[in-house]
């Protein structure tokens, strides 16, 4: 707690964005006199991205957590191996008691297993309520994605990792934070931001989104206080995050077409029909072809 609280009063040496004024009311454009076409309106430029500092770019790299991107599910696991064994080894050796070394054995293999049974790939099918939970959003069905996840308990950290892949190839992870050691009036987006800009540097806010890019990585850090008592840091690849936007477009689920009969007797071309009760028979027709019944004349 001390070292929160220490972080969040370091931050607040970092000043807010200042609140940008109101836009005046724009009077109406003049008419352009007989005979003259009036000047196309201007297009507001672009947004300019800011890429981070060389500073700050390596304190953001630190997400990589010894992981790459374009990593297979395999390659992954490996890493999450050394790191398990190096962390058991430890506490291992520090121990003479045998019972105590077994159950410290069985507990690194378990760690492992844990996290190769957590794979999943999002095919349209029921995958264990990650479609309603915190990672909500950083995953679409039918689109080759898929995941594995894996709780980071150790030193007094609360979190859990999660890596997407795409095509087979990791391109990004995230990370979730609890913070719910913090006092209820602190859990709120503006300690949130003073946090995450004091560590990682001024960054792009987007309503409860904070995003930071470089040519190599964008990390975006996501409010989930109000729902999940968390936050969400996520580094992705940028050329898979284009790509993957633009795939899961196409194939977006598309409403049904409306059924053959029914739109044999919808006005779609604008066209008068005629009226409703001179047409009863058609009607009737419609709603045979549907299952129903006429009605009773």
Do not use: C
Not at 93 to 102: G, L, Q, W
């Amino acid at each position: 707690m001390k070292r929160i609280s220490l972080l969040l009063v370091a931050s607040l040496g970092f000043g807010s964005a200042a609140m940008a004024a109101p836009d005046a009311k724009k009077p109406a454009p003049a008419k352009a006199p007989a005979g003259k076409k009036a000047p196309p309106e201007k297009k507001p430029a672009p947004k300019k991205i800011v890429p981070v500092s060389a500073e700050k770019k390596k304190v953001l790299a630190e997400l990589y957590g010894g992981f790459k991107f374009g990593m297979t599910k395999d390659d992954v696991l490996k890493v999450l191996q050394k790191q398990i064994d190096e962390r058991f080894e430890e506490k291992i050796k520090s121990t003479e008691d045998i019972t105590k070394k077994d159950k410290l054995r069985s507990e690194k293999k378990r760690e492992l297993t844990d996290v190769t049974k957590s794979y999943v790939e999002f095919n349209g099918k029921n995958v264990g309520g990650w479609d309603v939970s915190i990672i909500e959003g950083e995953f679409a069905h039918k689109t080759n994605e898929a995941m594995l996840d894996r709780w980071e308990n150790k030193d007094g950290k609360n979190q859990r990792r999660f890596f997407f892949f795409a095509d087979g190839k990791l391109w990004k992870m995230a990370i979730s934070v609890d913070v719910s050691i913090l006092p209820e009036d602190k859990r709120n987006f503006e300690t949130f931001s003073q946090v995450m800009q004091s560590k990682y540097g001024p960054g792009d806010i987007d309503g409860g989104t904070i995003n930071w890019y470089s040519d190599e990585f964008e990390v975006r850090a996501v409010d989930k206080l109000k729902s999940y008592t968390a936050l969400i840091l996520a580094i992705e690849e940028p050329k898979t995050k284009k790509q993957l936007i633009a795939l899961r477009a196409e194939k977006a689920d598309k409403k049904p077409d409306t059924s053959p009969v029914i739109k044999a007797v919808i006005d779609t071309d604008g066209k008068d029909k005629p009226d409703v009760k001179a047409n009863n028979n058609a009607i009737d027709s419609v709603i045979n072809a549907n299952g129903g019944k006429p009605k009773k004349k």
